[in-house]
């Protein structure tokens, strides 16, 4: 009897062990069915993306250009916004020549894809390199960087031209430029144009215009194309104002993400910066000094941001409040408008010159810089709005290529910004949303970080000199975030936060080993980073 019901109960295990097995291969089965029709393909990750953070989005430039007509493309690596800002300007040039052009952040593209140029017919590929710090690629161009430097990339179907972007006091001068031109050549490309050098330290603007000048002379020898003048005033955007719109809608200065600083997610970028509050701000300097240098600290606690001595903080600033008003009276808008500014390419890849809905006023506040002399593409687009005659000739022939001394002399020695040439020229009317699309964006401003997080973890420091003199006309003039700093005196009645983050410098770094001695020169406000150096060896 006993072996009998051994018997069953091994019978019936079986039998459940079997039917378990039968379950298992079936859902085994139609899952791999399954995988097999959602099958992912991950692209592999290299070590320096990992590094960076920078990760291919994919998109093939090459389609780009073919989907939208364009024969040429025009790539910046851009910290500051200048290459970029040079970029704009030498697609709109291109129009003169009846080229169809397109800027491109190397950023947003698979730079695998530059292979494949040979299917643009007579394609013209410009690179305009900016040099960062100790002569690195600008964070936008970390990608590209890396692609060339790999000596098995092949790109002997390229046709490109080179602008450098630099400062002649820093010992690697256009290292980026230099680099781009030598690297390509070695790669198979085909130079169309000499490499051109600009010294932001000299006349940026000058260097530009002189390289373009030679650039076009080469292209128009190489594909037979002639300049006209009949495209002059193409507009890149159009211009849509707002009724009824919800505020939750409508960009309020944030630089990337609608409702960030309401709503602060990490990490924290460009795009993305981390409204830190302002909790000391003193100056250094006695009362009779003729000098002010503010010691800035900026709690960071919240944010978990990490940094080393040798780093950056990099802040956005706003412009003066007093200079957005007389604006706005001088060309009787109306600042709390919404508006959008829409590309009118339905292919370019940048919609906006700057977030989109927003206001005339926070525009002018936050996102165009109405303070730095205009450039001479800026005063040729915006002389066509002179009633005067005589206004509007002088301001084509010093935007002209005859009459660069007169701008040197005009508007940079005396550093004339938008509103003054709005002032000193009294005809000049130009509609409020060309003079956006024109002016440049207001970049953030990179200053030393000047403490140690072994010391203080919590927060940031920042040694920062006054900006303020009289020009050579007796204006007065002062830096737009140093001069926006000083008014930010933190009380128990008056917090202030203001939008950072944080830029790695990995080639400026104390010795690793702490007993290295180490001599450092720091004239002036160049001591700031290494007060946080001497933080960090003493702590």
Same mark, same amino acid.
């Not at 990608?143 to 490109?160: A, G, M, P, R, V």
């Not at 972007?165 to 430029?177: P, Q």
């Given at each position: ?92 040039e ?6 169809s052009?397109m ?47 790999n ?55 000058d ?43 409508i ?20 795009k ?39 780093? $950056? !903080?990099?802040?956005?600033? &706003?412009?003066?409040? +007093? #200079?957005?008003?007389? %604006?706005?009276?001088? *060309? ?7 508006i ?35 450039r ?27 009459g ?12 004339? $910004? !938008?509103?003054?040439?709005? &002032?000193?020229?009294? +005809? #000049?009317?130009?509609? %409020?949303?060309?003079? *956006? ?48 700093l ?54």
């Amino acid at each position: 009897m006993l072996m009998m019901q051994l018997r069953r109960a091994c019978s019936t295990r079986l039998t459940l062990c079997f039917c378990a097995l039968r379950c298992g291969l079936i859902v085994f089965f139609f899952y791999k069915k399954y995988q097999e029709s959602t099958t992912v393909t991950i692209k592999p990750i290299s070590l320096q993306q990992l590094k960076t953070g920078i990760i291919e989005s994919g998109l093939d430039v090459v389609k780009r250009m073919t989907d939208s007509s364009k024969r040429m493309v025009v790539f910046y690596g851009s910290q500051t916004g200048t290459a970029e800002e040079f970029a704009t300007r030498l697609c709109k040039e291109a129009r003169y020549y009846g080229i169809s052009a397109m800027s491109a952040d190397p950023i947003e593209y698979d730079v695998e894809t530059l292979k494949e140029l040979k299917d643009v017919e007579d394609h013209i590929s410009v690179f305009l390199m900016a040099t960062y710090g100790e002569g690195e690629p600008t964070d936008n161009a970390l990608q590209f960087h890396e692609f060339i430097k790999n000596e098995d990339t092949d790109l002997n179907s390229l046709n490109y031209a080179v602008f450098g972007l630099g400062n002649s006091t820093y010992e690697y001068y256009n290292k980026m430029g230099k680099d781009t031109d030598i690297l390509l050549e070695k790669r198979g490309a085909t130079r169309l144009s000499e490499l051109g050098l600009g010294d932001d330290d000299g006349n940026i603007e000058d260097d530009y215009m002189n390289w373009r000048e030679a650039f076009w002379a080469d292209i128009c020898k190489r594909y037979g194309v002639v300049k006209s003048e009949d495209n002059l005033h193409i507009r890149n955007y159009k211009l849509f104002e707002h009724e009824n719109i919800h505020t939750s809608k409508i960009f309020k200065g944030e630089m990337g993400y609608l409702g960030s600083y309401g709503n602060q997610k990490p990490p924290y970028d460009t795009k993305n910066p981390f409204m830190a509050e302002l909790t000391v701000n003193y100056n250094l300097c006695s009362e009779d000094s003729d000098r002010v240098v503010f010691h800035c600290e900026v709690d960071v606690s919240k944010a978990r941001i990490k940094y080393e001595p040798g780093d $950056h !903080i990099a802040i956005y600033p &706003e412009n003066k409040t +007093s #200079l957005v008003e007389q %604006i706005g009276n001088r *060309l009787s808008i109306d600042l709390d408008q919404v508006i959008s500014l829409d590309c009118i390419d339905e292919f370019s890849s940048k919609k906006n010159p700057f977030p989109c809905p927003t206001t005339f006023r926070t525009a002018l506040t936050h996102y165009v810089d109405i303070c730095t002399p205009p450039r001479t593409n800026v005063i040729k687009d915006l002389a066509q709005y002179a009633s005067d005659e005589n206004d509007k000739a002088f301001l084509l022939k010093i935007s002209s290529s005859e009459g660069k001394n007169q701008y040197n002399d005009w508007v940079m020695k005396d550093q004339r $910004h !938008i509103l003054q040439i709005l &002032e000193d020229c009294p +005809s #000049l009317q130009p509609p %409020i949303d060309h003079l *956006l699309e024109l002016l440049p964006r207001l970049q953030a401003r990179y200053y030393s970080i000047a403490s140690s997080p072994k010391i203080h973890a919590r927060s940031i420091h920042v040694c920062a000199a006054l900006v303020r003199y009289k020009t050579r006309d007796g204006r007065p003039a002062e830096g737009v975030c140093t001069s926006w700093l000083e008014k930010m005196i933190p009380a128990e009645t008056d917090q202030f936060k203001i939008p950072v983050f944080v830029r790695r410098n990995q080639k400026f770094r104390l010795p690793r080993r702490a007993t290295v001695p180490i001599i450092m020169v720091g004239p002036g406000t160049g001591l700031a980073p290494f007060r946080g150096f001497i933080q960090h060896r003493a702590a």
